[in-house]
């Protein structure tokens, strides 16, 4: 299949463009490679393998200057912004995708606190010319990352798919939700099969410079203290980014047909008549932020210097997904311990700053 992978300089982007490659898909990777945190971490995912070798800073690529890999000769990247939706119409109408996995974003719950412009802007406006490039490009199937913030007020755990998640506590929730109705009526009326990703604290090598293990990692490396919200009193279904990238690939080659059993009467929220989905891709195993700061400290060989806040606006206690549906419908359930996941990570980082924990 021809694929577009949108932020493909992103964490989560990045390893599922070299997943379809290695299985031969052709990719064209899309990214603005915004500022939003260090550009060098999103440079070196789109280095990784030799993917791209000759792009620099600032460089303005328009629609049709594709950056070639001579590493993978199915892979074209191009640095372009969702928001530019003339652009956008060009490249699904020249290089005619069978599919649509749409990643980029604009990220991060407390980030939506102090700039909610971006967020109607990058995943509202961006989002929306997606949606549009596929109702008039023959699109087969879109795939989108929503998130497991749209889960809310809600209190039921393990988070399931088919409760109620009209209240929000970010903007950043409120435009993933905004992402799943607008995927609906486009199922609906122009019959695209969209399936939309709840993704739970996606973890792992390159992962997001934001994230708590890059800054706990970073912190308790250099021997300083780290934040610890809620006064530890949190827990995190922490899902192991392979794990997310292997459900990503199912849902692609899986799309949605419409649930013949659906009841207006009694309406699931997950699904629909129309080609319409929504999975949690979670661990279904949530681990306490202090088991998981333990992990690190036996990985790292160091304590960590713990300064006990209060829990921050927009944030949740605990997160927890419910993955029957994806286990029935797709035969997966992300299985990466821990411990695992964390000791891949801390690997990689320590490889990717040249850092020998030994002189630590």
Known sequence: MKILVTGTAGF??????????????????????????????????????????????????????????????????????????????????????????????????????????????????????????????????LAYASSSSVYGLNEAQPFSTSSNVDHPMSLYAASKKSNELMAHTYSHLYNIPTTGLRLFTVYGPWGRPDMAPYLFT??????????????????????????????????????PKGNKEWDGMNPDPSSSPAP????????????????????????????AKKNMLPIQAGDVASTYADVSDLITDLDYKPETTIEEGINHFVDWYVEFFKIDLEQK
């Open 12 to 141: 989560i982007g990045s390893h599922l463009a070299i997943k379809l490659l290695q299985r031969g898909d052709e990719v064209v990777g899309l990214d603005n490679i915004n500022d939003y945190y260090d550009q060098n971490v999103k440079y070196g995912r789109l280095q990784r393998g030799g993917i791209i070798s000759n792009i620099e800073d600032g460089e303005n690529i328009k629609y049709n200057e594709f950056l070639t890999s001579s590493s993978y000769q199915n892979y074209k990247f191009i640095k372009l912004d969702l928001q530019d939706k003339e652009n956008i119409d060009k490249l699904f109408k020249e290089e005619k995708f069978d599919k649509v996995i749409n990643l980029a974003a604009q990220a991060g719950v407390r980030y939506s606190l102090t700039n909610p412009s971006a967020y109607i802007s990058s995943n509202i406006e961006g989002f929306m010319n997606i949606l549009e490039a596929c109702r008039y490009n023959d699109i087969k199937g």
């Open 218 to 255: 970073k912190a308790i490396i250099e021997d300083k203290p780290i934040d610890v919200f809620n006064y530890a009193e949190m827990q995190r279904d922490f899902t192991y980014v392979d794990d997310i990238v292997e459900c990503i690939l199912r849902v692609n080659d899986n799309p």
């Open 276 to 303: 319409y989905k929504i999975y949690n891709i979670g661990n279904n195993n949530p681990v306490k932020l202090m088991d998981f700061i333990e992990a690190l400290e036996k990985k790292i060989g160091k304590i």
